[in-house]
């Protein structure tokens, strides 16, 4: 009888089984349960399958089960024997490369916007891609911009766009597509954005301008905020608003798992990782200052300098960090951990205090490690609990774990063979 075997013996088997097994035994019953829900197990398993650090702060609040969950199903996708991972072609109706992709925020979770250097924009449905060779686009605008478009960014209901044409434009989604409920043209492209507050849009431009717009004013009225704090383009900003903005619940995705698991929809998995740890008693959390810190949103440079921005204190940053080059891609994985890339270069820093020590430093930046590639410069990122997504020049995707030193899931980098393909997995 399996069940009468000590934990120890219990884990151990566990240790030879996929985790589509273990989470079915785990569901069986409360024996396998309470054997297998406990926090060495998941951080010894995570351990082995990431072969290092994790994560790459120390004493970093992590759901040990969740993260593990979400790194082997991701590293899953990547097997040689996997079909999970395809190349998928879609009709945009445009000969322009993509250079701006955004998957929405709920309750339109489903849909990918695309944007293209001829200023076309684009819905297309994530499920369309999984049944059908080529689909068409759910509704298409292709007078959106009038010059490459730079920037997607959503938040519950509407995105912003930007472009070479020096405009942000703010959008609802209906029923019936997308409709512009915001205008306002800058004085040079505008390069990058993010929402920070559900009516707060900040954006970056060529001419080295930060620029934070309320949406629900007409659009005769200037900025909220602005400065030009950097010296030189701003390429990117990234916001922690992002990270809860449109979050999905929080229930266990996996509460009524099985070993025929479905795994269909691959942004649930990365989302909403907890913070407490498993069988532990739940730390107290008024050491732990609110998410953002004030800090409204991060802001890179091609002047080398990375910025945390607080709104009532706009003229200066709150901290800055100086690279040897300059931040082309920022990534929040949580409330704790952001990713930066460099051409070739990745960092880690911790953007709360640290619980070790009295000081509060509003980010710290803690290790870095050379991406060596000669597929071209690192060219976006995200940082998931589970897996970090690195695009080089415009064809090559890799999946690296999120630890440090640098280490891929892949023998080699994806390759699209055409620059209006995406991958997506199945």
Known sequence: DLASLPAEIIQHICRHLSIEDVLALSNSSSKFSECINQKAFWLRRLSNCSKGQYSCIPDKRVDWKDVCIAHEVIEGWFDDDSDSVVNKHCHHYSCYCIDALQILKPPHQHIVAVGDRGGTLSFISLKDFLFQDEPDPLYTNNQAHNGWIWSIASDNGV??????????????????????????????????????????????????????????????????????????TVLCLKSPY???????????????????????????????????????????????????????????????????????????????????????????????????????????????????????????????HKYCSNLGAISSLEATPGCVFVTLGSRYLDAIHPTMPVRSMLKEPLRNSTSSNIYISV
């Open 159 to 232: 995105i912003a766009t930007t472009s070479w044409d020096h405009d942000l434009r703010v959008w609802s989604i209906g029923d019936s597509g997308f409709d512009i409920i915001f205008q306002y043209s800058m004085t040079s492209a505008v390069l990058c954005s993010d929402f920070l507050e559900p009516n707060l849009v900040a954006v970056g431009t060529m001419n080295k301008e930060l620029r934070i717009f309320d949406y629900r004013v007409p659009t005769t009225t200037s900025a909220a905020l602005s400065n030009t704090f950097h010296t030189s």
């Open 242 to 368: 992002s990270i809860t903005s449109g979050s999905l619940s929080g229930e266990n995705l996996f509460s009524n798992s099985t070993s025929s698991l479905d795994f269909s929809d691959a942004n649930s998995l990365t989302s909403n990782m907890g913070d407490v740890c498993l069988n532990d008693a739940p730390e107290p959390t008024t050491d732990i200052p609110p998410p953002s810190q004030n800090v409204a949103f991060y802001s890179g440079g091609k002047d080398g300098i990375l910025a945390a921005w607080d709104l009532r204190k706009f003229d200066r940053p709150l901290a800055q960090h100086k690279f040897r080059s300059y931040p082309r891609k920022i990534s929040l994985m949580d409330n704790e951990e952001m990713w930066v890339a460099e051409n070739s270069r990745l960092h880690v820093f911790r953007t709360i205090p640290s619980r070790s020590t009295d000081q509060s430093p509003v980010f710290t930046h803690l290790k870095s």
